[in-house]
């Protein structure tokens, strides 16, 4: 355009003139002529040509007069219309409302959303940082190697300063302690300090003689590398009186000790309420015979499919006798006639199904909260596991505690061994992050599992009762060979979390846990123990509860409790929700479902209530 403009002047004598017609124009020094143009013709014409072209843009500057040469002239349309750029801050100001609004609705766009915070991010928690305050300061990590942080250690107790390992800001000092000692050393650390002459002098001055070798004892005696320092300050050697007081201590200390050993060896007396009038019935039977004039058979024949499942929707009948949470609940092996429950307020109890509905037995034994109980295969025995370190054998029937184990730790869970010649054997993961495997025939412990590094939570029997599984609070899942302490499959990653609760499946090929970052993942049960990342069951909130998982019968649902009361179903094949059930006020940590019903499901919550769904 400049260029264009460059011939353009206003003073001169001589217009540039564009014609108008269809003819071509030719450019000629500056003037537009046309070839067939008449010398006699008025001037009128040309004056109108030049008003056309006022601003001469037809003249090019690089064309000098005289030139003959010759250009085309074409006119350039500019299609695409002016607009305005895209406001960058129009995101931040669509959410600026009106004084009187209530509510704000704003759709932000992905990048807004995905911007990282400005400012600086505070790498201190507030519960991190209470920790961090102490009496005498604030504590701040640092990052350094051990040679490093000897070296500033070393430095500080013998020259008193040491540098500081803060970051350094415009108040805080490069050096901790004594400046001038740090000024007269150049700042040095120990390993880099190099005594003159005449302190090294100075030094083997304070330094005793070595003494003569030939005299043993007394003065000039030989002491050798032993030899005192100038200025040591010599420590009187205690006296008997404070010696038999320290000795005087300890020995209470080991007393109380003792005493409080021997109080959690001793049992609390065990016994059992009957709340039933009469113990047998006509025929001599006890409720520990499985009865025949219900409905439905509870006592199949080996191999009979399970029935097919549906989901519950309404309660039809609730027990309640404890006073606080529920912790566990177990039916009746096979038949599921009974319901054992153990509570926080520290009792057991037994209760009737498919009959009456009420409290058969109640075991009185524990002194804490009862943490988990164990049927035998048979349901003659079970095992129940404690706050109070015991672990305890009844007798379902008469009631009666045949044996009280205890090892100093708090047990979480219990299990017998399912082979029906290994029932005087269960395995008990205790607290102290081992596994124990205690013999009740011999009452000892006969094998440890120690390689968890975290209370153990679950244990799990897999591969036909050859192996079992354990999950921990260190977010690891670990499979053993039963009797051989060696892990044969560690599981670890950085995603994975604690699974407080564990189920097999019925078809015994598959066994699920409870994630805590509310998800359900299954692992395979054949001794691969590889996660099956298609099966995979969230949209339910346990909020950190170790809520039990539950297969239906048939194995087509999966079922789990939440933190808020519901008990939430799943599709086994496609893992969608099919249900969501309100069960409770609390947190519904245990279910479980009848093994010869279709739909009956039995909950047990913190608000002390059982519930039988149908």
């Not at 002047?9 to 067939?36: C, I, K, M, R």
């Not at 009187?100 to 609705?105: A, G, I």
């Not at 990048?111 to 201190?124: L, R, S």
Request: negative net charge.
């Amino acid at each position: 355009m400049s260029s264009l403009l460059a011939g353009y002047d206003s003073s001169d004598d001589e217009s540039p003139v564009v014609d108008a017609g269809p003819s071509t124009v030719y450019v000629n020094g500056g003037h537009l002529s046309q070839p067939d143009l008449d010398e006699d013709e008025d001037d009128d014409k040309l004056e109108e040509e030049a008003r056309k072209d006022a601003f001469g843009l037809s003249s090019s500057n690089g064309h000098q007069s005289g030139s003959s040469s010759k250009r085309i002239i074409k006119e350039v349309v500019q299609s695409a219309p002016e607009v305005l750029k895209e406001d960058p801050n129009g995101a931040s100001l669509a959410i600026i409302t009106r004084p009187t609004d209530k509510v704000v609705n704003v759709n932000l766009t992905y990048e807004d959303m995905m911007k990282p915070v400005a400012g600086p991010v505070d790498p201190f928690n507030q519960r991190k940082n209470k920790g961090m305050n102490t009496l005498s300061g604030h504590v701040e990590e640092q990052s350094m190697d051990n040679y490093s942080f000897a070296m500033a250690q070393r430095t500080f107790d013998v020259h008193g300063y040491a540098l500081n390992p803060s970051i350094h800001t415009g108040e805080s000092q490069p050096i901790v302690g004594s400046l001038n000692q740090a000024h007269q050393n150049g700042y040095q650390s120990i390993d880099t300090i190099r005594p003159s002459r005449s302190e090294r002098k100075e030094t083997k001055r304070k330094r005793g003689g070595k003494g003569d070798t030939g005299v043993v004892d007394g003065e000039g005696a030989y002491m050798g590398p032993w030899a005192e320092w100038a200025g040591d300050k010599e420590v009187d050697p205690v006296v008997e009186e404070e010696a038999e007081e320290w000795r005087e201590e300890k020995r209470r200390r080991e007393e109380a000790q003792q005493v409080a050993k021997e109080k959690m060896k001793v049992a609390r007396d065990e016994k059992s309420i009957f709340h039933g009038k009469d113990l047998h019935d006509y025929a001599g039977r006890t409720y520990m015979h499985i009865p025949t004039d219900t409905d439905v058979k509870l006592n199949p024949s080996d191999g009979a499919p399970p029935p097919n499942a549906y989901l519950p929707e309404r309660c039809i009948h609730t027990w309640t006798g404890h006073n606080k949470g529920i912790s566990a609940i177990r039916l009746f092996p096979r038949s599921g006639h009974l319901l054992l429950s153990a509570s926080m307020d520290t009792k057991v109890k037994l209760w009737d199904v498919y009959h009456e509905g009420n409290c058969l037995r109640t075991f009185l034994g524990h002194s804490q909260a009862v943490k988990d109980v164990s049927f035998n295969n048979s349901g003659t025995q079970f095992l129940s596991a404690s706050y109070d370190r015991h672990i305890k054998l009844w007798d379902t029937e008469t009631g009666q505690c045949i044996q009280a184990f205890t090892n100093g730790k708090v047990p979480n869970v219990v299990k017998f061994n399912p082979d029906y010649d290994k029932q005087h054997v269960f395995l008990a993961g205790m607290q102290d992050k081992k596994i124990i495997q205690y013999d009740l025939r011999m009452k000892e412990i006969v094998q440890t599992y120690d390689q968890h590094l975290g209370p153990v939570n679950t244990i799990t029997f897999v591969d036909e009762n050859r192996r079992f599984v354990t999950t921990s609070d260190d977010k690891t899942i670990r499979g053993w060979d039963y009797d051989i302490p060696v892990v044969i499959k560690y599981i670890a990653e950085p995603y994975m979390h604690s699974m407080p609760a564990v189920t097999i499946h019925p078809s015994k090929k598959y066994f699920a846990g409870q994630s805590l970052d509310n998800q359900i993942l299954v692992y395979s049960a054949d001794g691969s123990f590889r996660q099956n990342k298609k099966k995979r069951f969230a949209g339910h909130t346990i909020a950190g509860y170790a809520c039990a998982i539950g297969f239906s019968p048939d194995g087509k649902y999966v079922s789990s409790g939440t933190g808020s009361g519901d008990v939430v179903f799943w599709d086994w094949k496609n893992g969608k929700i099919q249900k969501r059930l309100k069960a409770h006020r609390e947190v519904v940590i245990d279910h479980a479902w009848l093994p010869n019903e279709h739909s009956k499901l039995v909950t047990a919550s913190w608000d002390g209530l059982i519930k039988l769904w149908t």
